[in-house]
Every structure is written in structure tokens, then in C-alpha cells.
């Protein structure tokens, strides 16, 4: 046979179908094989080592991110009144008037996720075909859960729905009743529920099929090729990175700040210590030494083994909570309010303040909650993009919106259901202290419990896990996306990036406290509503091309020359490796040569 070896340079950028780095026509060293070809061996493209070897050098993305954010936090420090004043001015015209885009992408994001799991698209491996998944299942899920949105859990789990008891969404039902009781769940189910995790999972999916299949750097804006074709690589795509920053860092300075309250609510009822904003920022600064170390030391590292233990804590905190709480009235109260949730789902996701009232609800809890998430999916997307290499696009759906959304429906139902039944059969402290202060609302219905000394002191270990492994997952992040997208950020980028992030939830809180980091991440996620619909378009149009596919499609002159689909040119066709897609074609095999000995092919690049 006529043995050769694939050229360098196609191992180096991994061109071929599955990468956006096709074959140069020009280029006569053709690979003897069928089919699509699509690992490099396990090297990286040749935009991703141009990325790694930049690490070092930061660009315009991350020198212009930096601007911006050293300009707000100058002026939160000169003048805090009229950022305050701005800032609220803002968010109450963009609820308004813009306020319904939040549902409408969101909503948009589930049907896309149910459609590329239910449909051929599922079948598409996120990475080469030959890979598979580098984390367990638990561990994968773990990380998901904790490294997500796991503060979320402490600082809402029986603020919201104690707080719908109280006061029930859009009237629909009378206050302090069964009824106020079921429909408390239904919202707290809507707003951390499927919505939250779709939009999660539409740029997990998007970004991880862009940089484990088509070879691209970790960044937002190569996803959006399609649409925007070469202008992403430059001032387009730079606004659209830096964008992907911004919406990130307020995103996650909400959540920081959501957990220094938490942990100094925490430390208050257990030692006596103050809850002031002083005390606050105290918390956030000694919690952002620790999560920046965290993220120095990696995903493989840090963040794994943090995420499985906060894991583990959590569901000993909910099985004692089950077992020595109403452990009947919480399980009819899950059955029924899952009913509730599922025949109002469609109403629910598109309900639309026509009141002032219910302008002001809608501001504070639904619009804000989906604004949350859409900040928080660049972030998000970039996480699951690396931790997700090897599955499925299936189980990647399964795996990010279906699973997390029914742990927190168990969740929310165990802790705010107990908290509502506590309130039912009493004289309401645990809403009342929620209305007062929504920080004290979880260690209000711990205090119903035995063991509330150890309970709480859990509670607060949670809140600090949960603290470390958001905050160093989004500090690795922040340093992908300023570091020309490379997958390993160099060490002082992570540094800046973690100062940065705590410095900023310092200064939210000094300005306006918990309204003010809620605002700075409504106003940060209104260009998202955008950029998620388009990216959901070019994942549709990318995937319509993959080469699993090639073999359902019509082979073009075209599709030859550039190499996107590739026949043997040399020597006898040959059966394929069981990862290869291939054509349905029958190539004509060249007769053997007669004077030279049968040698071994070489396995093709990847293959």
C-alpha cells in the first residue's frame, strides 16, 4: 500500500470537518481516509495554541473590560447618590418597557433545548467522536450544581417561597392559605427551574460545541460566525467578549453579595457578631483570598473536590431536614405543586405586569431572576463548555437542565415547604422575619428544628463552600474570556480577576446594598437578551453542518476541494475506524501494487 504519514500542519490545526480551520486546496498532501477526521491527535488548533501562547499578553478585550469596570468602581466611590440614582433609573425603564424579552429568550432557550435533544442533533458528541467524558457523572453533576448558582440554595430556598406565601404572585391566590402555599412553589419552581438552567445550557452547549468540536478558543463571539462571519474576529467581536465579561462580573458580584449576608446572618445567630456592612465586606474579603487561590489551583483540583463536598453537606442538611421536619405535608406539597407547574407552565412563563403593583413584583422578582441568569450565562457556559468534553449533546441537555431543575424543585419543597408549614401551624415568624430581612429566613426555619446549633453552623459551612466554588469557577472564567479565549489562563490574570470580583461586590453593597447588586445585574444582562437568541440561531445553522451528517448529505465538487469532505486519493479505499462517520459512496479501490510489499496504514490523525 502507499503508506504515508498525515503533514504536520494538518495535525497542528486540526483542520478538516469539525474544525473551522478547513483544508488549504493548495495543499497536496491529502489524508487516505473517508470520512469526516475530526481529532487532532489531542493537540489543540491552531487558534487555540495562538491563544495559549498569548496567555501571557492580554489583549484589547481584557485592557478594555478593565476600563470599564475601573471607571464604575470610580465612580461608586466619588459620587455612590448618583450612581444609585442611575442605576435605578435605568432598570426602571428597561423593566418597563424591555422587561417581557426576559421571558421570551428564556422561554425560546427551553424549546431549543428540548428540540437538539429530542431531535438527530442529540447524537452529537461535544469533542471528538472518540471522546469521552473526563469527569464521573457525580462529579460532573457536582460541579454543575455547586459551582452554578449553589448560594442561590441558602439565600432563597426559603426566602421565596416563605415571601409568595406571604404575599402570593398576581393575586392568584389569598394570603397564608394552602392555596397561597401551592402557588408559592409553582413561582419558586418557575424562577430556578428549567428557565434558569436553559439559558445555562444553550451557551454550555454552544461554547463547548465550538471549542471541543470546532476547534475554536473559549470565547462568545466565534460562536456567532454564522451570522456575523469575520467580523467577530474583530471590533464586533471584541464588543461582544467584552459584554460577556461585564454581564459576568455583576452577575456574580450579586451572588457574592448574597453570600456575605448569608454568612453574616449565619455568624450572628451562632457567635453574636454584628450584621452590618462592614462586617460584610470583612467576610468578602477573606472569602476572596480563598476562592482566588481555589482557582489558581484549576477545575481538576480546587473546584472539583470543593464542589463534591459542598454536594455531599447538602444533601445531609435536606435529608435531616425531610426526615425530622413535615415530611408528609413536604411530599403532597411537592406532587401537587409540580401538577401546578406543569398545567400552568405555558402561563406562568409569559405572564406580563399590566399594573404598577404588578410592574414593581415583576421587577423585583421574575425579571430580575431571569436577568440573573442570562448575566450569568457566559460564565455558566464557559464552566460546563470545560467541564462537559465527551458527552452528548443529549446528555448534555439531560444532564444540565432536566437534573439540576428537579434537585432544586426537591430543594426549594423541603426547606420553604417546611418553613410555610411551620407558619401554617403557627404565628407566622419565619414570613414575617423574611419580609424583614430575606437573609434571616433560612436560620428563622432552622430554629423550628432540632439541633439548630449544628444545623446552622452547616448552613453556614455551605454558604462558604457554595461562596468558593462559584466565585473561583467565575474567576476562571473572567480569565478565559480576557485571554484571547486560551483554555489555561495565565496565574496573574486569575489574580486581577478575583481582586476585581470581590473589590466590585464591596463597593455594590457600600452604593446600595442587595438593591444595588440586583440592578448592576438586570443592566448588565439587557444586551444578553440579545446575543442569546443569536446564539441559539448560529448553533442551529452550525450543527446543520456537522460532519456526523455527511453521510445523509449530497457530495459537491465544492465539498471536495476545500477538504470539508474528504475521499481516498491514494492507494484503496479502506473500512473506516468504527469513530469515523463516513459517505455513502462506493469508491473504486486502485488495483495493489505488484512489487511492494503489503504495508501497515498508519492510523490517521485522531483516529
Not at 459542598?310 to 435529608?319: E, F, K
Not at 476585581?500 to 445585574?521: H, I, N, R, Y
Not at 448560529?538 to 449530497?554: A, C, G, M, V
Request: net charge negative; glycine share 10%.
Amino acid at each position: 500500500m502507499n503508506s504515508r504519514r498525515t503533514s504536520s500542519k494538518e495535525r497542528w490545526s486540526g483542520r478538516g470537518p469539525g474544525f473551522s480551520d478547513y483544508a488549504d486546496p493548495s495543499d497536496q498532501d491529502d489524508p487516505q481516509f473517508a470520512g469526516h477526521g475530526l481529532e487532532p491527535l489531542g493537540a489543540p488548533s491552531r487558534a487555540q495554541a495562538a491563544a495559549d501562547a498569548l496567555r501571557h499578553r492580554p489583549g484589547v478585550v481584557f485592557w478594555s473590560s478593565i476600563a470599564l469596570i475601573l471607571a464604575f468602581v470610580s465612580w461608586a466611590a466619588i459620587s455612590p447618590d448618583t450612581l444609585n440614582g442611575s442605576m435605578t433609573a435605568a432598570i426602571n425603564w428597561a423593566s418597563a418597557t424591555v422587561g417581557w424579552s426576559y421571558l421570551l429568550v428564556t422561554m425560546g432557550c427551553i424549546g431549543l433545548l428540548v428540540y437538539l435533544a429530542c431531535s438527530r442533533f442529540g447524537r452529537i458528541r461535544l469533542g471528538a467522536d472518540t471522546d469521552r467524558p473526563e469527569f464521573s457523572t457525580w462529579a460532573w453533576l457536582a460541579m454543575i450544581l455547586s459551582a452554578v448558582m449553589g448560594v442561590g440554595l441558602i439565600s432563597y430556598g426559603v426566602a421565596e417561597p416563605i415571601s409568595h406565601f406571604v404575599t402570593p404572585p398576581h393575586g392568584l391566590a389569598e394570603s397564608g392559605t394552602v392555596e397561597a402555599a401551592v402557588v408559592a412553589m409553582q413561582f419558586s419552581y418557575f424562577d430556578w427551574g428549567p428557565h434558569a438552567w436553559a439559558v445555562f445550557g444553550v451557551f454550555g452547549v454552544a461554547i463547548a460545541y465550538s471549542t471541543h468540536r470546532k476547534g475554536n478558543t473559549g470565547l462568545v463571539s466565534p460562536m456567532l460566525r454564522p451570522i456575523f462571519g469575520d467580523r467577530v474576529d474583530g471590533v464586533l467581536g471584541n464588543v461582544i467578549d467584552v459584554f460577556a465579561i461585564i454581564a459576568t462580573l455583576f452577575g456574580t458580584t450579586t451572588s457574592l453579595g448574597l453570600g456575605a449576608s448569608q454568612i453574616t446572618e449565619g455568624l450572628n445567630r451562632v457567635m453574636g457578631l454584628p450584621t452590618d456592612t462592614f462586617v460584610q465586606i470583612l467576610v468578602i474579603a477573606v472569602i476572596t483570598i480563598i476562592f482566588t487561590l481555589s482557582a489558581l489551583s484549576g477545575v481538576n483540583r480546587g473546584i472539583k473536590y470543593i464542589s463534591q463536598a459542598t454536594m455531599l453537606a447538602s444533601v445531609a442538611l435536606g435529608i435531616f431536614v425531610f426526615f425530622v421536619g413535615p415530611t408528609n405535608f413536604i411530599t403532597n406539597l411537592f406532587v401537587r405543586s409540580t401538577g401546578a407547574y406543569v398545567s400552568n407552565f405555558f402561563e406562568m412563563s409569559l405572564t406580563t405586569p399590566l399594573t404598577a403593583d404588578d410592574g414593581q413584583w415583576m421587577q423585583w422578582w421574575t425579571y430580575f431572576m431571569m436577568a440573573w441568569w442570562l448575566s450569568w450565562g457566559a460564565f455558566v457556559g464557559v464552566f460546563l463548555a470545560k467541564i462537559s468534553r465527551g458527552r452528548t449533546i443529549r446528555q448534555f441537555v439531560l444532564g444540565v437542565m432536566v437534573v439540576p431543575s428537579l434537585v432544586f424543585f426537591g430543594w426549594f419543597t423541603i426547606f420553604g415547604g417546611s418553613a410555610i408549614k411551620f407558619d401554617l401551624d403557627g404565628d407566622g415568624s419565619i414570613g414575617t422575619a423574611a419580609t424583614a430581612d430575606v437573609n434571616s429566613a433560612f436560620f428563622e426555619m432552622l430554629s423550628n428544628l432540632p439541633l439548630v446549633e449544628i444545623t446552622s453552623v452547616i448552613a453556614i459551612v455551605l454558604v462558604v463552600l457554595f461562596f468558593i466554588s462559584g466565585a473561583d469557577a467565575n474567576t476562571f472564567v473572567l480569565s478565559m474570556l480576557s485571554s484571547r479565549g486560551a483554555l489555561e489562563p495565565a496565574k496573574p490574570v486569575l489574580t486581577v480577576w478575583g481582586l476585581l470580583t470581590g473589590l466590585c461586590a464591596s463597593l455594590l453593597l457600600l452604593t446600595g446594598g442587595l438593591a444595588a447588586l440586583q440592578q448592576a445585574a438586570m443592566l448588565s444582562a439587557l444586551p444578553f437578551t440579545i446575543i442569546v437568541a443569536l446564539l441559539g440561531v448560529s448553533l442551529i445553522l452550525q450543527l446543520r453542518e456537522d460532519p456526523h451528517f455527511d453521510y445523509t448529505k449530497d457530495v459537491r465538487r465544492e465539498d471536495l476541494r476545500t477538504g470539508v469532505l474528504r475521499l481516498p486519493v491514494h492507494g484503496p479505499a479502506r473500512k473506516p475506524a468504527a469513530s469515523s462517520t463516513t459517505l455513502d459512496a462506493d469508491p473504486q479501490p486502485e488495483p495493489e501494487p505488484e512489487q511492494e510489499p503489503e504495508q501497515e496504514q498508519p492510523t490517521p490523525a485522531g483516529r
